[in-house]
């Protein structure tokens, strides 16, 4: 509990910092005093909070289904976009941008998340039949799906890009690259409302998903329905993957960063690792989101690239560190 | 009490389990032999409701064993696995205390922790309650594994209780003080005891009865001090006669 309660504070601390920096300064002093300019108030209600919260959201989204993944797959290296969900999810809404026009609004917001969480799903189910097609859950058979999904779903999109016109091509590039810039209310109200319930219910599973890691078997032998247990994380981080991709394209690696950094600090029970994660990987998120959009001020770099750079070198230590015999993959 | 009968089971077409009856008393260790590739480990995870047979019908007490739900089993019947591999950093005492499910809704309890410490101590691995699972030796995972399952069903009388090669990874001394410890168990609490083995000498040291089991068909089944034999094993096993003669000496 006090862990969360440090999580809790060291998100504040960047929320602040996040409202406050950019083009438009807006200290925080100010905003106790209430003594804002026009300009001030008009950038921090339209354009900076929706940003920040939509990178609290993600963040929190990224990070509490990577752990779930995780627990799902009994394995570490699970991430939503290592294994393919997250591209899958990227067909789907590419095929939405594409052959639907442009979806505006709040309706087309909710049908941008319905695709991707369909996109998802199937992904998940996918993987997870292919993995244990030796009977046993295999590792190996995880990554290599995810590989083969992830090509596959690139060539979907690549082609799909080739169909599309100039407006939608600056759709799909933007996106597929990861980005919070398109923050704007509907996104946040949108993947809010998915992201929270969902994420609300795994929490709720925590418990069960520590079972689950002593073996479908033995949960089972300890009461859990784990049949009922993985449908139900799997729809359920299928959703937040979804709602995630569908606002802010492709952002990767902060599913498998994130629950491991917790997992160092507090250990691997899901009581804690879930909610732990979800505060850690909206402070991240941010973190990254606020420095991707000032570092090349006035441009702005789209933060999947800056978190992939982090991600991708943390990715192969993983890696390294699990083969030279840990846990013998 | 555990009946089982008539159960048949195929996997892809070929059958593993070949209309088997066996039935299991309260109060008796009961030990399921044979070759490799048997039918032993899909015997058990019959009889613990895993795999559903695809003929046959399993009785727990005077109760169809599918007509149980999963709660009421998991403070009835407690199971060991073979390979129970955990791959997250989890506290030997966090493992232990997972076995207490059952019990606790909202965390563990002060008695849920006593009887973690306690299966731990019978299991010799109190010393290990704070070292990170995954780093355990074979042997001592299995051990902490075993005082898992016990403290699921340590407050409970005539509950089951179903181990997959208890002592495959155990040296000498915690193979006995584990078979000591599940015949006191079973003695003191009426448990109902199955374990699948291959070590043939504990088996007949420890066990009151004997499933022989060679293709998915029950052999031979007895008192184990009777069918425990060298022609039996000749048979089961296919060993030249002096080899199983020779290979074991049964001298309580």
């Excluded at chain 1, 108030?41 to 289904?65: E, K």
């Excluded at chain 1, 398109?182 to 520590?210: D, Q, Y």
């Excluded at chain 2, 594994?145 to 409970?156: E, G, N, P, T, Y």
Aim: glycine content about 8%; aromatic content about 8%.
């Amino acid at each position: 509990m006090p862990a969360l309660l440090l999580l809790g504070l060291l998100l504040l601390v960047i929320l602040v910092l996040a409202i406050s920096i950019g083009a438009v300064s807006i200290p925080a002093l100010d905003l106790v005093t209430a003594g804002l300019s026009e300009q001030q108030q008009a950038v921090l209600l339209s354009i900076r909070l929706p940003r920040v919260l939509l990178a609290v959201v993600v963040g929190v989204a990224l990070a509490i289904s990577g752990a779930a993944l995780q627990g799902l797959f009994r394995n570490p290296l699970a991430d939503p976009g290592l294994i393919g969900i997250s591209t899958s999810a990227a067909l789907a809404v590419a095929v939405v941008i594409v052959f639907a026009g442009p979806l505006t609004g709040m309706l087309g917001l909710y049908s941008l998340s319905i695709a991707a969480f369909l996109g998802a799903m199937i992904a998940c189910f996918l993987i997870f039949r292919l993995a244990k097609l030796s009977g046993k859950f295999s590792v190996t058979y995880m990554l290599l799906t995810g590989i083969a999904l992830n090509a596959l779903c690139a060539a979907g999109v690549g082609f799909l890009t080739f169909l599309s016109n100039d407006e939608q091509l600056r759709t799909l590039t933007f996106w597929t690259m990861g980005s919070l810039g398109g923050a704007l209310w509907p996104s946040v109200i949108v993947a809010s409302t998915i992201v929270v319930p969902s994420c609300l219910l795994l929490i709720k599973s925590a418990r069960e998903l520590n079972l689950l890691l002593l073996g479908e078997d033995e949960a089972r032998y300890l009461g859990v329905d784990e049949e009922k247990l993985k449908r139900l994380i799997i729809i359920s981080t299928a959703l937040t993957v979804g709602a995630g991709i569908a606002v802010s394209g492709i952002i990767g690696f902060v599913g498998l960063v994130v629950p491991h950094l917790v997992r160092l600090l507090l250990g691997p029970d899901h009581r804690l690792l879930l909610p732990a994660s979800g505060l850690l990987g909206a402070s991240l998120l941010l973190a990254a989101d606020t420095l991707a959009r000032t570092v090349v001020a006035p441009a702005e770099m789209p933060v999947g690239i800056l978190t992939s750079l982090i991600g991708g070198p943390f990715f192969l230590w993983l890696l390294i560190k699990q083969y030279s015999g840990r846990f013998g993959l | 009490m555990i009946s089982v009968c008539d159960v048949s089971y195929s996997a892809s077409l070929q059958k593993i389990l070949d209309d088997v009856s066996a039935t299991f008393d309260a109060g008796k260790v009961s030990a399921i032999l044979g070759p490799n590739g048997a039918g032993k480990s899909t015997l058990l995870k019959c009889i613990t409701g895993s795999l559903k047979p695809d003929f046959g019908t399993i009785w727990l007490e005077d109760r169809k064993l599918d007509s149980y739900s999963l709660a009421e089993l998991s403070v009835k019947r407690a199971v060991l696995s073979q390979n129970t591999a955990v791959s997250f950093p989890f506290s030997v005492m966090e493992i232990v205390l997972m076995g207490r499910n059952p019990y606790t809704l909202n965390g563990n309890t002060a008695s849920d922790i006593e009887i973690a410490e306690e299966t731990l101590d019978m299991m010799d691995a109190w010393h290990l309650r704070d070292r990170s699972f995954p780093t355990l030796s074979g042997g001592e995972q299995q051990r902490v594994q075993f005082a898992r399952v016990l403290s699921q069903i340590w407050d409970q009388r005539e509950a089951y209780l179903f181990l997959d090669e208890p002592t495959s990874a155990l040296d000498l001394k915690h193979q006995y003080q584990l078979m000591e410890l599940v015949r006191n168990q079973c003695d003191e609490r009426a448990l109902t005891v199955i374990i699948v083995m291959h070590d043939l000498n504990i088996a007949y040291h420890n066990t009151d009865k004997s499933y022989f089991i060679q293709n998915g068909i029950v052999k031979v089944c007895g008192a184990s001090k009777e069918v425990i034999s060298a022609d039996t094993l000749s048979e089961i096993y296919n060993l030249p006669p002096h080899y199983a003669a020779s290979h074991i000496n049964f001298s309580a």
